[in-house]
Structures are given as structure tokens and as C-alpha cells.
């Protein structure tokens, strides 16, 4: 069973800055599409950014656009999520996706997910 763990999560004041990290158990999902998604309380979880090896090979929820940037290492199996001028509204769980195709927006897509990782921005 493929696992995901997140890491980088914790507690930054407006304007700061946060690095998510992603690293999963085993290669067999190297060459996935990796994205983050979010999910606020009383809210649905929402796509933020996702990575894959074709092009254009980044997307980006509007809402973050300019200051989130995710990438990926394919040698070590991890996908980085840093998030720079945050905003209260940003305050979510943040969960690392893996899936072998579909929509990037769309959670039904996924194949694969990390138990999540909270992102708190204070105002």
C-alpha cells in the first residue's frame, strides 16, 4: 500500500511563509500527477496545486497564484508545496494527492492520500 506523509505544517503570522513537504513510500507512483488540496473547517476540501510530467506541468488554484509554488523530485519521491505571503484565508489541512490520470482539480482523481497536515495563518 502506497503511503503519503506530510510534513512543514504549523502556525505563521500573516505575510509569512511555509514549506509543505510530501514523501512518499514507495516508486511505484514516481511519475503520478502530485498535487496539494486543502480542506478549511466546514468546508470542502479544494484543489490548491498540482505537478506532472507534461505540460504545462504546474497548476495553480486562482486563489494562490504569485505565492504558492509546488514542485517535485522524482529521484527522491516527494512533492514541496511553499507557500509565501499567507493569508489568514489560507488556514486549512493540507493534503499531499498522488493519481496516475484524470482531472488535477478534482479529488475524485486521486489515487492516493496523505493524512494531512495543519497550516494556520494568524492575522
Known amino acids: 500500500q502506497v503511503q503519503l506523509v506530510e510534513s512543514g505544517g504549523g502556525l505563521v503570522q500573516a505575510g509569512g511563509s511555509l514549506r509543505l513537504s510530501c514523501a512518499a513510500s514507495?516508486?511505484?507512483?514516481?511519475?503520478?500527477?502530485k498535487a496539494w488540496f486543502r480542506q478549511a473547517p466546514g468546508k470542502e476540501r479544494e484543489f490548491v496545486a498540482a505537478?506532472?510530467?507534461?505540460?504545462?506541468?504546474?497548476s495553480y488554484a486562482d486563489s494562490v497564484k504569485g505565492r504558492f509554488t509546488i514542485s517535485r523530485d522524482n529521484a527522491k519521491n516527494t512533492v514541496t508545496l511553499e507557500m509565501n505571503s499567507l493569508k489568514p484565508e489560507d488556514t486549512a489541512v493540507y493534503y499531499c494527492?498522488?493519481?496516475?490520470?484524470?482531472?488535477?482539480?478534482?479529488?475524485?482523481?486521486?489515487?492516493?492520500w496523505g493524512q494531512g497536515t495543519q497550516v494556520t495563518v494568524s492575522s
Open positions: 494527492a498522488a493519481a496516475r490520470a484524470g482531472t488535477l482539480t478534482t479529488t475524485t482523481s486521486y489515487d492516493y
Open positions: 514507495k516508486r511505484t507512483i514516481i511519475f503520478y500527477n
Open positions: 505537478t506532472t510530467l507534461y505540460a504545462p506541468y504546474t
